[in-house]
T-cell receptor
Framework: GAVVSQHPSWVICKSGTSVKIECRSL??????MFWYRQFPKQSLMLMAT?????????EQGVEKDKFLINHASLTLSTLTVTSAHPEDSSFYIC???????????????FGPGTRLTVL | DAKTTQPTSMDCAEGRAANLPCNHS???????VYWYRQIHSQGPQYIIH???NNETNEMASLIITEDRKSSTLILPHATLRDTAVYYC????????????????FGQGTILTVHP
């Protein structure tokens, strides 16, 4: 149980285009999901907290107009990198926190990540 | 958020126990200690967590000192597949707000298991 999927697993795009990444909780509902970014040889950096039915909360220094987050259902959050540039190339990872009452452990379950390369 | 300090890297022989330390001297009384690991190019994987008491599950054991200022993750019989970056994280317990439960990752410990 507690499986989180991401799609796509990797994507290559041209500079200036937008890319959408999906994060799904497959066997539980999650009002709260999180988006992280990880550059090579670095740790995960939290970008934003995604809340179903409300606006995302962005960490300091993360441009909300560039990284659009939509959390339209209890099992799906999307991250859209708008007008991508080479410096946006990174490993993007989402996580989901099961809603209370579903059993299991109160923690975040992570997706496998999406590797974005912007040419 | 309470910060954690971990050694940059550790080695372990296959089949032996791997003991990964973590210092969290500023931990608050109601903050949990969580451990995750990240195998190369994958998302992090939850291992174990605890508050005060020692904990054990099918993956590992967690030993928390009585003053809660440090902890040790124990992999009892390390295998080559346990080679990963191990993160010790103290999780805030604020019940309200939209960022409840968020995790702050440090640099972690690179554990290399040798044949």
């Amino acid at each position: 149980g507690a499986v989180v999927s991401q799609h796509p697993s990797w994507v290559i795009c041209k500079s200036g285009t937008s890319v959408k990444i999906e994060c799904r909780s497959l066997d539980f509902q999650a009002t709260t999901m999180f988006w992280y970014r990880q550059f090579p040889k670095q740790s995960l950096m939290l970008m934003a907290t995604s809340n179903e039915g409300s606006k995302a909360t962005y960490e300091q220094g993360v441009e909300k107009d560039k990284f659009l987050i939509n959390h339209a259902s209890l099992t799906l959050s999307t991250l859209t990198v708008t007008s991508a540039h080479p410096e946006d190339s990174s490993f993007y990872i989402c996580s989901a926190r099961p809603n209370p009452g579903q059993g299991g452990i109160d923690t975040q379950y992570f997706g496998p990540g999406t590797r974005l390369t912007v040419l | 958020d309470a910060k954690t300090t971990q050694p940059t890297s550790m080695d372990c022989a296959e089949g032996r126990a791997a003991n990964l330390p973590c210092n969290h001297s500023t931990i608050s009384g109601n903050e949990y200690v969580y451990w995750y690991r990240q195998i190369h190019s994958q998302g992090p994987q939850y291992i174990i967590h605890g508050l005060k008491n020692n904990e054990t599950n099918e993956m590992a054991s967690l030993i928390i000192t009585e003053d809660r200022k440090s902890s040790t993750l124990i992999l009892p019989h390390a295998t080559l597949r346990d080679t990963a970056v191990y993160y010790c994280i103290v999780r805030p317990t604020n019940a309200g707000g939209t960022s409840y439960g968020k995790l702050t990752f440090g640099q972690g410990t690179i554990l290399t298991v040798h044949p």
